[in-house]
């Protein structure tokens, strides 16, 4: 976490004024200022979850119906690899398969690092850390991913957003080659706080 921190205040700081200006889209690769750390951002929750949470309530809504169950701390496990994707693994790739861009939303007060694909044909197609800056220091609120992929006949969305400290929220569209297109939701919650929450 620590890491984490210098990194995202190394950023928060080098950036601030050009970011309160409008989005930047150029190109950072080569640059002194690194992307952030979206893998490590994720992991080092998920350790923190891990230690500190004694409970994991898994809430599901799909065609109407929704279900509620605490599940094992490997279930947890399994369910959060899912936002562990292959192209965040290795930075230098990320870097060069991925531009940046980055804006301060006036009305959250959040900073937001857009992270968009050169290829259209990547799976991910988009990644957002929203940093809450403080007093010059910049603390992470959450991550939010979008990607596409196919299984068989059958196109796969996924709408992906992970608040530290919190839960991982997903939302799958799947539409299959022939028939209706069918969405489920899916929260894991670690905050024993948001149990009661609809």
Do not use: H
């Amino acid at each position: 976490m620590i890491a984490i921190a210098f990194t995202v205040l190394f950023a928060c700081k080098n950036r601030r004024n050009s970011i309160e200006l409008a989005v930047q889209t150029e190109d950072t690769i080569g640059a002194s200022t690194p992307y952030l750390p979206v893998i490590a951002i994720l992991k080092s929750d998920k350790a923190f979850a891990d230690s500190f949470a004694t409970a994991y309530l898994r809430r599901i809504e799909s065609a109407g119906k929704k279900d509620s169950a605490f599940i094992t701390p490997e279930v947890f496990s399994q369910l959060a690899s899912g936002y562990f994707l292959p192209e965040l693994q290795d930075s230098l790739s990320f870097r060069q398969q991925f531009k940046e861009s980055s804006v301060m939303d006036q009305s959250t007060e959040l900073l937001t690092f857009i992270y968009t694909p050169k290829s259209p044909a990547s799976g991910i197609q988009q990644v957002t850390v929203y940093v809450q800056p403080n007093d010059g220091n910049g603390q992470i609120n959450r991550v939010y991913m979008e990607r596409t992929y196919d299984k068989g006949d059958t196109v796969v969305k996924q709408k992906m957003t992970w608040k530290l400290k919190q839960y991982f929220y997903t939302i799958t569209i799947k539409q299959p080659a022939n028939g209706e297109a069918s969405v489920t939701t899916e929260k894991v919650i670690w905050n024993p706080q948001l149990f009661q929450e609809d």
